[in-house]
């Protein structure tokens, strides 16, 4: 493989590992490793390859972290003469981290472009400019070793912001894992409390996780799931032919949980009768059945959540005050997403690996204005309004990369981050060229809504009748 003629050497980026970079090059021109070799040999361990054999496992067992491969070393009728091309793909599926530089003789931009698709990171074509390839290596391989960086950090701060099933590392939340912490080993009743969404039932997952109970039953019951004549042989069980239906005698929920733990959800969704039984289990330590004479005696441990005012519904006489200071021992107050600054980019970014792999999807991102739509959004419904949001663009969006212009309008209409995108590209923009045609748009909009009358278009504006004229020949407008 012919290479130009050297010129001026230029100094290559240092790395910052004591060790050398290895990497291995696959050609079998010798003209073309006598011009490169010495090029790379300050900066990188070269080691060299005549053929595709093995070269996968090779590569991995050598700790190799660059290729730059001849697809034309070994020709392949079934490849136009450049069986390189597969050995690019397999490599590449070995590992993505691989800077991968493919090398050809032909000039064709098809080559380049099968190359590519293969997985090389860049392509070079004869004759070599040896001096740009052995650059254009270091900066590739640079900003891989930059980017396994941030990846590795970006991982550890994931793992630091985990604890039992909940991602977050704002104060908030670290309030709330103490609290997990300080109530599991006991046995006391905890109640959960915070907006819908933002993750009620993990609480009582990690408590249950936590505690002495860990390996006992689990119940869980959402109270405002069931109609209100069916939740009390839910809870409370039922002996046969105690109601119509009732053909088999059937524990309910709160016998099930005995020796484990009861998750009572919407608990305020509780009628006022069935309050007064549940208390009466709680107190007595006993249970008994619809249309039954026994009472069983239960061990179990209450944790229940809501979402409502409490306090308000004990004043206005809709919840039990006895049952209020029962169930609200040790209370834990879950922060809604909006209080929790920092949380958004990890749990964007924990929900994008997990729907992505349970759809079976290369990782997506948020690029650098969606993650800003993201923070500054309100997120009344919290959590799981996040989450349902972030499963969607999994499935919408094509690419990698999800943008702010993937984003439904309504989180769009009233966020500063994307209006500013809208307003001020990257690049700027020509101010006199956006006021004139902002000027341009109001005058048609008002001469149209006027029905072409200036005068009552200048009423509309708010202008005198003086400039509306001379704005209209100024734009050659009416």
Known sequence: MAAQPRKAKQVSPTFPHASLPVVC???????????????????????????????????????????????????DDAHQGHGGLPILSELRKLN????????????????????????ADLHFRSPVDIAELRLALADTLRRRTDDA??????????????????????????????????????????????????????VARSIVA??????????????????ENLIESELFGSERGAFTGATEAR?????????????LDEIATLTLPLQTKLLRVLEDHQVQRLGGRTLRKIDFRLICATHENLEEMVRTGKFREDLYYRIHVVPIHLPPLRERVGDIPLLCDYFL?????????????????????????????????????IQRLVIT???????????????????????????????????????????????????????????????????DGQRIKYLCRKYALG
């Open 149 to 202: 960086a941030r990846e590795q950090m970006r991982r550890q701060a994931q793992e630091n912001s985990r604890f039992q099933d909940f991602v977050g590392s704002s104060e908030p939340m670290r309030r709330v894992y103490d609290a997990i912490q300080q109530v599991a080993d006991s046995s006391v009743n905890v109640l959960v409390r915070g907006e819908s969404g933002t993750g009620k039932e993990l």
């Open 353 to 389: 690996q997990m729907h992505c792999v349970a759809n079976g999807l290369s990782i997506k991102r948020l690029d650098e204005t969606a993650l800003a739509v993201f923070e500054e959004h309100t997120w009344p419904g919290n959590v799981r309004e996040l989450e349902n949001l």
């Open 397 to 463: 969006v094509r690419g990698d990369e999800i943008r702010a212009s993937h984003l439904p309008p309504k989180l769009l209409a009233r966020n500063l981050a994307a209006n500013e995108a809208v307003l001020l590209p990257e690049s700027g923009t020509d101010f006199d060229a956006e006021i004139q045609q902002m000027e341009i748009a109001l005058l048609t909009a008002a001469l149209r809504r006027a029905e072409g009358s200036k005068a009552a278009a200048a009423r509309l504006l708010k202008i």
């Open 96 to 119: 993505h981290d691989f800077v991968l530089i493919s090398l050809s003789r032909s000039r064709a931009r098809s080559i380049e472009k099968q190359a590519l698709d293969a997985g």
């Open 210 to 227: 936590l505690s002495r109970r860990a390996s006992k039953p689990y119940i869980r019951l959402n109270c405002a799931a069931l109609p």
């Open 251 to 263: 524990p309910g929920q709160i016998e099930l949980a005995d020796g484990g733990t009861l998750f």
């Open 25 to 75: 090059v696959v050609t079998t021109d010798r003209q073309f490793l006598d011009e490169l070799v010495p090029e790379l040999i300050p900066w990188f361990q070269v080691v060299l390859r005549k053929n595709f054999a093995n070269l996968a496992r090779w590569t991995r067992e050598a700790h190799v972290v660059a290729v730059l491969l001849d697809i034309d070393t070994e020709p």
